[in-house]
Nanobody
Framework: EIHLAESGGGSVQAGGSLKLSCVAS????????MSWFRQVPGEEREGVAS????????NYADFAKGRFIISHDNAKNTLYLEMNSLRPEDTAVYYC?????????????????WGQGTQVTVSS
């Protein structure tokens, strides 16, 4: 079983930046897909970005393109999401997730493991 632990959330003003981290543990294989999702209360959890753990095969939601960067450090088993030019509408709980293969990276049902989430709040 894979355990995922997110960190790095917080409060920031619009236009600011945050970098989220997600440490994966409990699994020996080094190659799988990892993604970031986000969720606002009362809304569906939506995909933000995904990556294969060899740092290839990146995907981004349209709202993330040009502002967010997803990366993975194999030595640290850590997934990152660098978020720049943050907007109030980016306010959400951000989750990392693991999939061993998917047809649609942005579909939450394709993921096997989830972290507990980290809150990101962007004020105007």
């Amino acid at each position: 079983e894979i355990h995922l632990a997110e960190s790095g959330g917080g409060s920031v003003q619009a236009g600011g930046s945050l970098k989220l981290s997600c440490v994966a543990s409990g699994y020996n294989a080094s190659r799988y897909y990892m993604s970031w999702f986000r969720q606002v209360p009362g809304e569906e959890r939506e995909g933000v970005a995904s990556i294969y753990t060899d740092n290839t095969r990146r995907n981004y939601a349209d709202f993330a393109k040009g502002r967010f960067i997803i990366s993975h450090d194999n030595a640290k088993n850590t997934l990152y999401l660098e978020m720049n030019s943050l907007r109030p509408e980016d306010t959400a709980v951000y989750y990392c997730a693991v999939s061993f293969g998917f047809r649609n990276w942005y579909s939450r049902i394709e993921y096997n493991y989830w972290g507990q989430g980290t809150q990101v709040t962007v004020s105007s």
